[in-house]
């Protein structure tokens, strides 16, 4: 299952790399000539040459090896196509947090939105590996330090308007919250699997410092869509120690001393009040077992 996502999310990639804008606020790519058409509600001329479908499958993938978007073909468990699994994955998430946001009628589905694209843009970069990339492909998938700044930007408008953080809080507080911080989990694990690439300079550090901000981001939605719907934080306390635990905690306690008790008077022939220690231990053991 994952191979055949990363499969027709590289091809995705691949076509949607070639022809990103050059500007820094280009979010996703330009559509192809087919699209546009559609988009402007221009009907294909009868004569005009049908555009090839893309098909979703290609079978070079069976034996299991893909390329990235330079041409390199890797196993699909290279830790790039993990990386790029892993910030796919993200994506998925932040589409079930949009259909339970918009069930509440939260106004943040824009940017959501705009996230997912943006995290199309990490996965073209993460496809794009310095060490076979060429100034073309660098060029199309080079990524905006815009971004890290705008999710700052958002972050801080919302802090405005939450109560400020005392404790440790939970994944909790509705269903929207609770899968925003699962998406923060998942964005936490794109971060580590990009780590490797950055350090060993497969990739440039920008989409790196992204996956940074955006679990700070969604740990920060996550608290925000609690409060506009009402709901309650759950903070992290601390377990007491019930019965069975005192009583494992006594048992283990009456061992110890019970092995001390058999201990040649050698070892501790008396305490620090100068009285012989098997009393004292004698006397710890009768208070410990309720004499």
Do not use: W
Not at 72 to 98: M, Y
Not at 123 to 129: E, I, K, R, V
Not at 242 to 262: F, G, N, P, S, T
């Amino acid at each position: 299952m994952l191979g055949r996502a990363l499969s027709s999310q590289l091809r995705i990639i691949q076509i949607a790399a070639a022809p990103l804008s050059a500007s820094a606020n280009a979010h996703a790519a330009i559509p192809s000539a087919a699209v546009r058409r559609l988009n402007s509600g221009q009907a294909q001329s009868a004569d005009a040459e049908p555009e090839k479908k893309l098909r979703i499958y290609t079978r070079t993938g069976d034996k299991g090896k893909t390329s990235t978007y330079t041409g390199e073909r890797r196993r699909k468990d290279d830790e790039l196509f993990e990386a790029l699994g892993t910030t796919d994955e993200l994506s998925s998430i932040l589409g079930i947090v949009r259909e339970f946001a918009a069930d509440y009628g939260h106004n943040f589905d824009a940017q959501l939105e705009s996230i997912q694209c943006i995290l199309q843009d990490v996965g073209s970069a993460l496809a794009t590996p310095l060490s076979s990339a060429r100034p073309a492909h660098l060029q199309k998938t080079a990524f905006s330090s815009n971004y890290v700044t705008q999710l700052e930007s958002q972050i801080d408008s919302m802090e405005e308007e939450l109560p400020t953080l005392l404790n440790f809080i939970l994944p909790s507080g509705g269903k929207t919250s609770a899968f925003l911080h699962h998406a923060r989990g998942v964005c936490r694990r794109a971060e580590r699997a990009v780590i490797p690439l950055v350090l060993s300079g497969q990739v440039d550090g920008e989409p790196l410092k992204y996956l940074n901000r955006l679990s700070d981001y969604l740990f920060v939605l996550a608290r925000y869509a609690c409060h506009k719907e009402g709901k309650v934080e759950k903070i992290y306390v601390r377990p007491k120690t019930d019965k069975y635990e005192r009583v494992v905690i006594i048992r283990v306690a009456v061992a110890v001393l019970l092995l001390l008790r058999q201990l040649p008077l050698a070892v501790a022939p008396v305490d620090q009040h100068g009285a012989p220690a098997s009393v004292r231990i004698d006397q710890t053991l009768a208070f410990a077992s309720g004499q």
